[in-house]
Each structure stands twice: as C-alpha cells, then as structure tokens.
C-alpha cells in the first residue's frame, strides 16, 4: 500500500510539472502537446522516484538497526 500511495505521488506530481511547463509561454500559438515537455516532466518525476525509494530505504535501514 505505501508504494501505491508514493506512485500516485509521483504520477501527480508528473502531470503538474507538464501544466507548469506551460505556465512559461507568452502567446498561445506554442501551447500545443510537445514530446520534449513530456520527457522533460517524465525524466524529472523519475528522478524524484528513485531519490524518494532510496531515501525511504535509507530510513527504514536506519530505524531498523537502531
């Protein structure tokens, strides 16, 4: 249950960095789907991930040989 709730985490925080992406235009012309914007927001939320992952098993590591 804890990675499906640290899952749903991600994937929302993935779809508002796409919607900020957009926050940077000044006309509406280039407001269109763009595969760049897209792996840009997918590169960045699985970096968060695996920092998150490996954080949270650092932490469980530690309280466990505490």
Known sequence: ???LRSAATIGI???VMFV???LNTYAPEPV???DEK???AIVTCAAMA???FYVRDMLIRAVAAA
């Open 1 to 3: 249950m804890p990675y």
């Open 13 to 15: 925080s993935t779809v």
């Open 20 to 22: 900020l992406m957009y």
């Open 32 to 34: 269109f789907a763009s």
């Open 38 to 40: 897209a792996y840009m």
């Open 50 to 52: 695996a920092m998150t």
